[in-house]
């Protein structure tokens, strides 16, 4: 998929307050400082679209951005930041369920782990939730270049073997660094198949 243009539609505090039009949407979201600014900075081929910061929590919205007039990539809120006080915590979390659950225009959501660690018990809770509520999601681990290719191979394959035990089976996956540009194609192009599947009819696909 090549990239041609991206806008800036708005910040939407809660799920009712998203755009009424039907463009499909992928959104992205992760535990917090999991590198998604970055990510999202990566794919589109802008940088400081979406904010990097070192301090975990800076998305509080749920950021539209408009790809190539055609779909909407949507920027969530991470979730578990320990900082965040308890009210903060119970929004952000209720945001984020009501859009995942309800949004009727929401084609896949783009989970992001981290590639150096191992499952992380909030990591497992979320893609559990996405399960018990049909929520369509692929896996992206993160920061493949801050370990060996050997370490991040094993660590995704302890991942998926984690996740196996409760899971019959794993949507894909994609292994990315934001600063190599690794796995940027592989995702443009998943997304890309999406829309071609579901005869969403664009010049820019």
């Known amino acids: 998929m090549n990239i041609k243009s991206v806008d800036f539609v708005a910040s939407y505090p809660k799920e009712s307050a998203c755009p009424k039009d039907v463009k499909p949407e992928f959104a992205f979201i992760g535990r917090s400082n999991v590198g998604k600014s970055s990510l999202i900075n990566m794919l589109?081929?802008?940088?400081?679209?979406?904010?990097?910061s070192v301090t975990p929590g800076k998305t509080q919205l749920i950021n539209f951005f408009d790809i190539n007039h055609q779909w909407h990539l949507v920027d969530l809120p991470g979730y578990g930041y320990a900082r965040t006080s308890k009210d903060k915590k119970a929004a952000f979390s209720k945001m984020i369920r009501d859009y995942?659950?309800?949004?009727?225009?929401l084609?896949?959501?783009?989970?992001?782990?981290?590639?150096?660690?191992?499952?992380?018990?909030?990591?497992q809770q979320f893609l559990e939730w996405c399960g018990e509520n049909n929520v369509p999601f692929?896996?992206?681990?993160?920061?493949a270049d801050k370990s060996s290719k050997k370490e991040v191979i094993s660590n995704v394959e302890a991942i998926r073997s984690e996740l196996l035990k409760t899971w019959h089976e794993l949507p894909p996956h994609f292994i990315t660094s934001s600063e190599t540009k690794l796995g940027r194609e592989d995702i443009l192009q998943y997304i890309k198949m999406i829309l071609t599947q579901t005869d969403v009819k664009e010049d820019h696909i």
């Open 138 to 143: 692929a896996l992206i681990f993160t920061k």
């Open 107 to 123: 084609f896949l959501a783009f989970v992001l782990l981290d590639s150096r660690h191992e499952l992380q018990k909030i990591d």
């Open 44 to 52: 589109t081929g802008r940088k400081g679209m979406a904010k990097v």
């Open 100 to 105: 995942l659950s309800k949004r009727t225009q």
